[in-house]
């Protein structure tokens, strides 16, 4: 009895503009942690990352870490523009995740200029800079 349920919630916001020219994952900003009370507790991780701007023919790549690694890859979130136009968009996901523990554990959302031939910048809006946010829900067994 008593499984399904939310045991807890974390939630964070950023606003900072960031950019990346590298295939190389770099951080968003968005990044929280939590602790779960039993090692049969999922975590659901959810947000909205704001102000995703192209400056050229590139492919946008995202991916949750835990701990420092990779535990997903988040293909397909903005389609692939195969042109030179710039854009701002946004992206959202969500992911449970399986953590089979009880110490701190801290999540984080990274970017990458996929193809590593334009810029991609998160947080970025001409007048002004949006606020992304990430929730992570403890899920009780």
Known sequence: AGGGKILQVQFMTYGTGTSNTSATYAATGLTDAITCAATSSKVLIMGAQYGVYKSGNVYHGFRLTRGGSSIAVLTDLHNYNNSAE????MVS???LDSPSSTSELTYALEFASVTGSATISVNQEAAVAPISH?????IGA
């Not at 710039?86 to 968009?89: A, G, H, L, Q, V």
């Open 134 to 138: 990430l929730t992570l829900m403890e």
């Open 86 to 89: 710039k854009e701002t968009t």
């Open 93 to 95: 996901w969500a992911y």
